[in-house]
C-alpha cells in the first residue's frame, strides 16, 4: 500500500438510508473526517452502491450502478462510507460482480482497495485515538453483519468510544448475532426477521443499555423500530453522531421542539 498522503481527498458516500432519513449521519461523518485533515467531497454522480439490485439477482443494475460508482469516485484517494453493508458490496462484491468485465474489473478492484467503513479508516487509517466528544449515557453496541464479517469492523467502534467523556460500554451476549434485517431479507421472511430483532432488543434492556449504537442504518432503524413498538425507553444513535458529538433526536423520535412546532 502506497504512503498515506497528509491531507487526503476523501469521497464520501453517504448511502440511501443516510440521505433519505438520517441525515445528521452524513454530516457527523463529515465532520469526523475533516476534523482529522481530510478534504471531503460528496459526488454529484453517487445514487445508490446497487446492493438490493445484487442480492435479488437484478445483475445487470447491480453492474450498472457498480461502474457508476466507481467513476464518481474515481479521483479520490479514498472512499469512505458510513455503514459496513454499503461498504461491504463495494469492497466485496463490486470485484465479483465485474468478474467478467475486462475494462471494469482491474477499476473495481482498485475502487475496493481504497474504500473504508467509517470508523475503521478513522481508527486504521488516520490513527485516531481520541474523538474528543461528550455522551452522557450507557450504550450496548451492535456489530452489523457487513461491518464485521465483509469488513473487518469490530474492535475499532470499541476503541473510539472509549473516548468519549461520559459514555459506558455494555457488551451483549449475542453481540455477532444479526438482528433480523439484512435488507431484503425482513421483507421475505418477516416472522423470522421479527423474532431476531426481538431477541436483539431482549439482550440490549437486559444490558442495562439506555443506547443502543451502531454503524449500519439499517439495523438500526430495524432494532429502533421494535424498541419504540415495545415501549423501551432505549435510545438509538450512529456511532458517528455520538463521536461527532452531533446533536440529534435518537432514531425514530423526534425533538420537543419539533413536536412542538407541528402541532
Not at 498522503?5 to 432519513?21: E, I, R
Not at 433480523?180 to 431477541?199: L, Q, R, W
Not at 419504540?228 to 463521536?243: D, F, Q
Request: a positive charge; aromatic letters at 6%.
Amino acid at each position: 500500500m502506497s504512503p498515506r498522503p497528509q491531507n487526503p481527498s476523501v469521497g464520501l458516500f453517504a448511502t440511501c438510508l443516510v440521505d433519505l432519513f438520517r441525515p445528521s449521519v452524513g454530516f457527523a461523518a463529515a465532520k469526523l473526517l475533516e476534523d482529522v485533515g481530510c478534504r471531503v467531497a460528496l459526488p454529484r454522480g453517487q445514487t445508490c452502491c446497487g446492493q438490493p439490485a445484487y442480492n435479488s439477482g437484478d445483475k445487470a443494475n447491480a453492474k450498472r450502478l457498480a461502474r457508476r460508482t466507481i467513476a464518481a469516485f474515481r479521483h479520490f484517494d479514498y472512499v469512505v462510507v458510513p455503514s459496513g453493508s454499503c461498504g461491504g458490496m463495494i469492497k466485496t462484491h463490486y470485484p465479483e460482480a465485474l468478474a467478467d468485465d475486462r475494462k471494469w474489473l482491474p477499476r473495481a478492484r482498485a475502487f475496493a482497495e481504497k474504500t473504508y467503513e467509517l470508523v475503521s479508516f478513522l481508527h486504521d487509517v488516520m490513527g485516531v485515538r481520541d474523538v474528543k466528544a461528550r455522551f452522557e449515557g450507557i450504550a450496548a453496541y451492535h456489530d452489523s453483519c457487513s461491518s464485521l464479517r465483509e469488513m473487518g469492523v469490530r474492535v475499532q467502534p470499541r476503541a473510539l468510544l472509549a473516548s468519549v467523556t461520559g459514555l459506558g460500554l455494555r457488551e451483549l451476549p449475542g453481540r455477532d448475532a444479526c438482528c433480523g434485517f439484512g435488507g431484503t431479507f425482513c421483507v421475505k421472511y418477516p416472522e423470522i426477521s421479527n423474532h431476531m430483532v426481538a431477541d436483539k432488543c431482549r439482550e440490549i434492556a437486559e444490558s442495562g443499555a439506555d443506547t443502543v449504537l451502531s454503524g449500519d442504518m439499517g439495523c438500526l432503524m430495524n432494532i429502533a423500530g421494535k424498541l419504540l413498538r415495545e415501549g423501551r425507553a432505549i435510545r438509538a444513535y450512529h456511532v458517528a453522531e455520538v463521536l461527532a458529538g452531533v446533536e440529534a433526536a435518537p432514531i425514530g423520535q423526534v425533538k420537543p421542539e419539533a413536536e412542538e412546532a407541528t402541532a
